[in-house]
């Protein structure tokens, strides 16, 4: 039975040959033009994906698929701001028609728009952040589900936080709307398991980003962000988007539901 069992994965590590695992499939990633969207769409990209880069700004994407064209990726780009609905349809018809389907969607889009403690979060600053981080995650899994239904299979990945596990104190809103993804991962894959869709989650540390600035720019706060990383450094984009290609890829193929933390050891329990 051992051996057997031997042969079998032995076969399989044939198969899933680094930097093709991910051939043949279309990934759609928002946020993407920086930061740990970038990685991911580079990613994907590197592992064989065709890929869709989004964010606001026109000039944003258009730099994005520069550089990741020359880098000899196959990629294309609309502007997607991920609450504005005209441009999440634009950005699936961008992908139906330039490569003809959609097998993979990452929603990576968040905003933190207050510093300040939970409670003392404004109205207007928790519609935000709930609108943008929460309602768009589920209203683009919602949008794109028709597209990979007629792929019979594929994946879904929700970008959240270490955050939605132990709120950091200063970001009380956004630490509760990472929270939420959790679940929303946890519901949707329920949902969608039978039909071969998998939906999981990946909560970053502290990955050193414009978002971050705030907790690695200065000295001070330097200090006191890395005295939380038992690892003693902050994470890089690409230690996030090697966990997303193994997320989506048939590597992972038994795995649905999940919540996978990359934070150089910050602690993840609720
Ligand atoms: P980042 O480096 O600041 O990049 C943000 C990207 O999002 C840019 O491409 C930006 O481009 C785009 N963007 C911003 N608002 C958008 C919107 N409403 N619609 C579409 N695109 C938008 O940020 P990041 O650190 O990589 O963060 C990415 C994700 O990781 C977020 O969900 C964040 O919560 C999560 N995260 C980050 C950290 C961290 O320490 N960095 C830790 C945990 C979780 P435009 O300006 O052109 O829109």
Same mark, same amino acid.
């Given at each position: 039975?051992?051996?057997?069992?031997?042969?079998?994965?032995?076969?399989?590590? =044939?198969?899933? *040959? @680094?930097?093709?695992?991910?051939?043949? *499939?279309?990934?759609?990633?928002? !946020?993407?033009?920086?930061?740990?969207?970038?990685?991911?769409?580079?990613?994907?990209?590197?592992?064989? @994906?065709?890929?869709?880069?989004?964010?606001?700004?026109?000039?944003?994407?258009?730099? !994005?698929?520069?550089?990741?064209?020359?880098?000899?990726?196959?990629?294309?780009?609309? *502007?997607?701001?991920?609450?504005?609905?005209?441009?999440?349809?634009?950005?699936?018809?961008?992908?139906?028609?330039?490569?003809?389907?959609?097998?993979?969607?990452?929603?990576?889009?968040?905003?933190?728009?207050?510093?300040?403690?939970?409670?003392?979060?404004?109205?207007?600053?928790? /519609?935000?952040?709930?609108?943008?981080?929460?309602?768009?995650?589920?209203? =683009?899994?919602?949008?794109?589900?028709?597209?990979?239904?007629?792929?019979?299979?594929?994946?879904?990945?929700?970008?959240?936080?270490?955050?939605?596990?132990?709120?950091?104190? =200063?970001?009380?809103?956004?630490?509760?709307?990472?929270?939420?993804?959790?679940?929303?991962?946890?519901? !949707?894959?329920?949902?969608?398991?039978?039909?071969?869709?998998?939906?999981?989650?990946? @909560?970053?540390?502290?990955?050193?980003?414009?978002?971050?600035?705030? =907790?690695?720019?200065?000295? !001070?706060?330097?200090?006191?962000?890395?005295?939380?990383?038992?690892?003693?450094?902050?994470? /890089?984009?690409? /230690?996030?988007?090697?966990?997303?290609?193994?997320?989506?890829?048939?590597?992972?193929?038994?795995?649905?539901?999940?919540?996978?933390? @990359?934070?150089?050891?910050?602690?993840?329990?609720?």
């Amino acid at each position: 039975m051992l051996k057997v069992f031997g042969m079998m994965s032995g076969a399989r590590n =044939l198969c899933s *040959k @680094a930097g093709s695992r991910l051939q043949g *499939k279309v990934a759609v990633v928002t !946020a993407s033009t920086d930061g740990i969207g970038y990685a991911i769409a580079e990613r994907l990209g590197q592992e064989g @994906a065709k890929v869709v880069v989004s964010s606001r700004k026109d000039a944003n994407v258009a730099k !994005a698929v520069d550089q990741l064209t020359k880098a000899g990726l196959d990629v294309t780009g609309i *502007k997607c701001h991920v609450a504005n609905s005209t441009d999440r349809k634009a950005l699936f018809e961008k992908a139906i028609e330039k490569y003809g389907g959609i097998d993979i969607l990452v929603s990576n889009a968040a905003v933190n728009p207050e510093v300040g403690n939970v409670l003392d979060t404004s109205e207007t600053a928790w /519609d935000k952040i709930f609108e943008v981080n929460v309602k768009c995650s589920y209203l =683009l899994a919602k949008e794109v589900l028709p597209f990979i239904r007629q792929r019979k299979g594929g994946s879904i990945i929700f970008v959240s936080s270490i955050a939605g596990f132990q709120p950091f104190s =200063l970001l009380g809103a956004y630490s509760v709307s990472k929270t939420a993804l959790f679940g929303l991962t946890k519901a !949707a894959s329920q949902d969608l398991a039978s039909e071969n869709i998998r939906v999981n989650c990946i @909560a970053p540390g502290i990955v050193k980003t414009k978002f971050a600035a705030a =907790l690695h720019e200065s000295d !001070a706060a330097k200090e006191t962000a890395l005295a939380q990383i038992p690892m003693g450094r902050f994470g /890089d984009p690409k /230690d996030i988007s090697g966990v997303c290609a193994f997320l989506v890829s048939d590597d992972a193929s038994f795995i649905t539901g999940e919540t996978i933390v @990359a934070s150089g050891g910050m602690p993840s329990r609720l």
